[in-house]
């Protein structure tokens, strides 16, 4: 089932992208997040499980919020926004590396 949902999420993000619709794009994204983590979440135990769909939820939730984010910015505060937000993604990474 799980599958099958993640199959009509992806054409739907597809036709999205194709139809240009931004929203449509970030609403299809959230959902094959959510498709994935009930896929994956099969594999582990009954606590890693809880733990891992709501790490999914939150994702999915972040990338569903996307579609408000293009009315709230101008193009040129939305290019500061994610240049920022990048930026703090790789410090992220780099801190992550050090453990």
Avoid: P, W
């Avoid at 054409?11 to 498709?35: F, L, Q, T």
């Avoid at 009954?46 to 569903?64: E, I, N």
Wanted: proline share 0%; hydrophobic share 50%.
């Amino acid at each position: 089932v799980a599958r099958a949902a993640m199959s009509a999420e992806l054409a739907a993000m597809a036709m999205a992208v194709r139809k240009r619709n931004a929203d449509g794009v970030a609403e299809s994204a959230a959902a094959v997040i959510e498709c994935l983590g009930a896929q994956v979440a099969g594999s582990f135990s009954a606590g890693a499980r809880d733990k891992l769909l709501v790490l999914m939820r939150d994702t999915a939730a972040h990338v569903s919020a996307t579609r408000s984010y293009n009315l709230l910015h101008s193009d040129s505060e939305a290019m500061e926004a994610h240049e920022m937000t990048r930026d703090s993604a790789r410090e992220a990474v780099a801190t992550l590396r050090d453990f």
